[in-house]
Structure formats: C-alpha cells, structure tokens
C-alpha cells in the first residue's frame, strides 16, 4: 500500500549535521502530516518534529532550533535538516506519514519507515 524509505543517516561527531530524508509511494491518496520519530535504546520512541500538508510544523523542545523539517507535498517527500548535533541525538529516526489515505479507500492510517541510525559521538 503505502512504503517509506530513508536516508541519510550516519556517525557525526557531536556539532555536526546530518540531513534526513523520506520519500513515500504506493497508492497514496493524500497524507496528512509527515514527519520524523526517534527511538534511542531504552527508551520509548518520541516525536522528533512533524509537518502537515498546510505547512504547520511542531518540533519536540529539545530540537527546537536546531532542527528544520521541510516537505514537498508534491513529492511526498520529507527532510530533516539537523545542526549541532548532541550525542542524546542518538537513536533510530523513523520516517512517518500521519492520517494516510490510500487509494480507494476512506479509513486514514499511519505507516512508517524502517528507520535509520544516527549516532553522535562526543
């Protein structure tokens, strides 16, 4: 139905950058919100920052200005621009898209990427 594929993840030193990207295809009729989660081990998996088809974005207070989430609605594509990376960064980042619908269909869903590691070093 719906497939998610990152890229971009890696090993950076602590002030570094990386940039994150998804695409979304399959027989998407519209998604809603798309966006980035984060799993570090031990702990629960935690929204990292999510952007809406209207362009409203809502980023978790740890990156706030650190960073930038930008989508092509067009595309179904999504990036996530990170600057001054901290080792906390550390974790599995998860593509998501919010409230999908496929195709045919009228029930929205949520689907997710396989994730992709960034591990900062201090």
């Known amino acids: 139905q719906v497939q998610l594929v990152e890229s971009g993840g890696g090993l950076v030193q602590a002030g570094g950058s990386l940039r994150l990207s998804c695409a979304a295809s399959?027989?998407?009729?519209?998604?809603?919100?798309m966006g980035w989660y984060r799993q570090a081990p031990g702990k629960q998996r935690e929204l990292v920052a999510v952007?809406?088809?209207?362009?409203?974005?809502n980023y978790a207070d740890s990156v706030k200005g650190r960073f930038t989430i930008s989508r092509d609605n067009a595309k179904n594509t999504v990036s996530l621009q990170m600057i001054s990376l901290k080792p906390e960064d550390t974790a599995v980042y998860y593509c998501?898209?919010?409230?999908?619908?496929?195709?045919?269909?009228?029930?929205?869903?949520?689907?997710w990427g396989q994730g992709t590691q960034v591990t900062v070093s201090s």
């Open positions: 399959g027989s998407i009729f519209s998604i809603n919100a």
């Open positions: 952007r809406t088809s209207g362009g409203i974005t």
């Open positions: 998501a898209a919010l409230h999908t619908v496929v195709a045919g269909t009228s029930v929205p869903g949520s689907y």
